[in-house]
């Protein structure tokens, strides 16, 4: 079935107007219910697709999967067959859910096995993540930064229009939508002529992110082309790399980010792959000065992906404070997994890649705190008569991200996190 006839195909499931779950999308996640342990699965409106029981029942024959790959705890051993493998269990999930399609839908008995209401279901964490790497990708970001931090004319440092700036991050503290964080402690320094102190931090962030994972990669000492890249990209997140914006400051010259990242950053439970997201395709913004060779590429690599972030308060107002689009970022992914391995680093499945905070050009197109409060000096007001620097405890912080061309909406969800306060 080509990419191009999918925005005309319909489903025997009955899916909700808008839901970010049609049949074109058909994301993987991991998932238990009351009865039953994790298993794999996929998203169709407000059902989940039960690929183990599938797979007992015959759906799945001759294709690469064994029952084990579904009966998992995470998606790394169906992702451990490949990019090729899960794109033809995925045409195959869109020929057995289409409504031209008979062999499922009309056997009820097997339906009832397949298909689970989303509400009988409790969501998991998808990946077994080896290694996280966090990018630096959003020129406006950097920029807005830059000019806080540093010289205003000067804002961007000299390599940032030449690599991906990136850094590595701490695997086991990411978290899945829906589990609450405490507030971080850790040095800080409130007056700049004093000593610092030991305190939860006052400053807490959130950065909007999404994040990519990836397929097993090369062996160590090869490398990846932009070409290549997007053959080892299993699919995409939303990601929210919280931050203790007061601990960064103090620490982070001169090796960068640690105590005020590694706390915990929060991924969405379904992956969408980057089939799904063919149709929004668009242009990366225009690179200056040129790149170099290793870091060119043809064609379209970025895409249109809407991002919004609210903010739910401790009384139950739940206020939107930023939308900002994927499309903004300066680096794209395929540049970002490139510059990435050209030293020879290898990358292995469940690899998580974070895109960086996405800024847009307007101050509401902001990604993160420190910018749409500008470090503090501009509150944003809430309809409740409060206001936000930073984050406040009992805040909960949610993230959504959709495409959406010619009636055709391909959804992340959300990832949403309440803050507690400190331990």
């Known amino acids: 079935m080509s990419l191009s006839n999918l925005s005309f195909v319909k489903s025997w499931v009955s899916i909700p107007a808008n839901s970010d779950f049609p049949l074109q999308n058909l994301p993987f996640g991991v998932f238990k219910t009351e009865n039953e342990k994790e298993r794999v699965g996929v998203r169709i409106g407000d059902f989940v697709v039960d690929l183990k029981a599938l797979y007992i029942l015959g759906y799945l024959e001759n294709l690469p999967f064994e029952l ?23 045409n195959r999930l869109l020929k057995l859910l289409d409504n031209q399609h008979q062999s499922l839908q009309k056997n009820e008995h097997h339906v009832s096995q397949v298909l689970i209401p989303i509400e009988q ?53 990411i978290i899945l939508s829906g589990q609450n964080i405490h507030r971080p402690k850790g040095q800080i320094k409130p007056d700049p002529n004093s000593n610092p102190i030991y305190a939860p931090c006052r400053n807490l962030d959130f950065e909007l992110e999404t994040a990519f994972i990836t397929f097993d990669g090369k062996a160590l000492g090869e490398s990846i082309s932009t070409e290549e890249a997007e053959e080892y990209i299993f699919g995409m997140c939303l990601l929210n790399d919280w931050s203790a914006r007061d601990i960064q400051t103090w620490e982070y010259v001169p090796l960068g ?19 799904a997201l063919e149709p929004f395709r668009c242009e990366s913004p225009k690179q200056e000065p040129e790149v170099l060779d290793y870091l060119k590429f043809k064609g379209e690599k970025s895409f249109d992906i809407q991002l919004e972030v609210s903010i739910l ?48 050009p307007t101050p509401d197109s902001y990604g993160s705190m420190l910018e749409l409060a500008w470090k503090g000096s501009k509150p944003i007001p809430f309809s ?14 949610i993230i959504k991200g959709f495409a959406e061309k010619d009636k055709l909406r391909i959804g992340f969800g959300e990832v949403r996190n309440k803050i507690l306060p400190a331990l």
């Open 384 to 397: 409740d008569g409060t206001e936000r620097k930073f984050l406040l405890d009992y805040d909960t912080l």
């Open 68 to 90: 084990s790959d579904f009966d998992a705890i995470v998606l790394n051993l169906m992702m451990k067959k490949g990019k090729k493998s899960v794109r033809e269990l995925r």
């Open 257 to 275: 980010p640690f105590l005020a990242k590694n706390f915990a950053s929060s991924i969405s439970p379904w992956i969408v792959t980057l089939d």
């Open 121 to 173: 279901v409790t969501m998991c964490m998808p990946i077994q993540i080896g290694d996280y790497t966090d990018f630096y990708s959003s020129r406006e970001h950097a920029t807005n930064v830059g000019m806080m931090f540093r010289d205003p004319a000067n804002a961007l440092l000299p390599n940032w229009l030449w690599i991906p700036v990136g850094y590595h991050g701490r695997a086991s503290s």
């Open 313 to 360: 308060t401790p009384n139950g107002l739940e206020q939107n404070i930023a939308k900002s689009n994927f499309k903004y970022l300066y680096w794209n992914m395929s540049q970002q997994l490139a510059h990435h391995t050209v030293n020879g680093c290898n990358i292995r499945c469940g690899d998580l890649m974070g895109s960086g905070t996405i800024s847009g």
